[in-house]
């Protein structure tokens, strides 16, 4: 008679089969779970570490904004807007230094920290293309966001002439001349040139740095009253105590063209054009080409010391 031990038997066989399976998959789990030596870490990190620049010219804006997509973003006008305000208040300042001179540096520091933080929440507070210009080539805005942040702060800078002056002719024959920067017509333009260019790279080095303490509004913005402090003061003395300009500087391309600083009469059209280009050349396109070198120099020495590595 048969029994049904056999039967059993194989299941037993199964049980064992599976069970040793079982114990082989667990120690090579075991194996491949098994800690990572100091040695070994220490290499894979060496073999992640990316170079010192890599990265170095990739985007810093969103992806996502552009000529297609920036106009359907409410944020996109607040921020023009807030340029304008803001330029319009930073011209008047300038403006009002240029009448009564830097007497009082203090007061000059505490009016751009309350104007930076003032606009600072809407639009990062360019308000000088010189700084636009720089964040566009290290690629912190959009080419489209700087133009119209340009735009706006041309528009912002012709706002505040438009109050300042208008007050001026309110006082009549008695009201201080506004002064014109026309010192490059008198054979000065190298002179006045250099002091521009170097100026637009010293703020836009100190913007730059203070862009890294974006968190603390405060911060940033006494970095940044810091360094229009310090070209102020620098420029005051070269131009004034050694080349007696009679502090012919401005730097803010958009405040410099409400200075009258195109000529308005010449010989012929050829001296005329000839005394734009100069113009333009002195106080708007190497101001921003010494912004964009601030920018570059900010963010390879930052690249240097490990900062961004």
């Known amino acids: 008679m048969a029994t049904k031990k056999p039967k059993s038997t194989a299941k037993s ?23 990572v030596t100091k040695s070994e870490a220490i290499t894979s990190k060496s073999e992640e570490k990316k170079p010192i620049f890599a990265g170095f010219f990739s985007k810093k804006y969103e992806e996502n904004e552009g000529i297609l997509t920036i106009f359907k973003n409410h944020k996109f006008y607040g921020a023009l807007l807030g340029e304008i305000i803001g330029t319009a208040l930073v011209t008047l ?3 009002s230094l240029s009448l009564i001179g830097l007497h009082n540096m203090a007061a000059y520091a505490f009016a751009v920290v309350a104007i930076f933080i003032g606009i600072y929440a ?5 308000l000088n293309p010189i700084i636009t210009a720089g964040m566009m080539a ?20 012709w706002l505040g002439w ?35 260019f170097m100026a637009a790279i010293i703020i836009a080095f100190f913007y730059a740095r203070a862009v890294k303490y974006k968190r603390s509004v405060f911060t940033f913005a006494a970095i940044v009253a810091g360094g229009f402090a310090l070209v ?18 401005i730097v803010n391309p958009a405040v410099a063209l409400m200075f009258q600083i195109f ?16 113009a333009l050349s002195v106080y708007a396109f190497l101001p921003m080409i010494g912004g964009v070198i601030g920018f570059y120099l900010s963010d390879f020495n930052a690249r240097l010391s490990g900062e961004e590595a």
């Open 232 to 249: 102020m003061v620098i420029s005051y003395v070269i131009s004034a105590a050694f080349l007696s300009l009679n502090s012919n500087f």
């Open 13 to 35: 066989k199964t049980t064992k089969s599976t069970k040793s399976k079982a114990a082989s998959t667990t120690t090579v789990k075991s194996v491949s779970e098994a800690p």
């Open 138 to 157: 290290t690629r912190r805005l959009s080419v489209i966001r700087g133009v119209m942040y340009i735009i706006a702060e041309i528009i912002g800078a």
């Open 162 to 196: 438009l109050i300042f002056n208008s007050f001026h002719l309110a006082g009549g024959d008695e009201a201080y001349a506004i002064p014109t920067m026309s010192q490059i017509a008198d054979g000065k333009f190298w002179v006045v040139a250099m002091i521009e």
């Open 93 to 95: 300042l300038l403006f």
């Open 122 to 126: 809407f639009s990062g507070a360019c």
């Open 263 to 278: 000529p308005t009469s010449g010989e012929n059209f050829g001296e005329i054009f000839g005394g734009i280009c100069q």
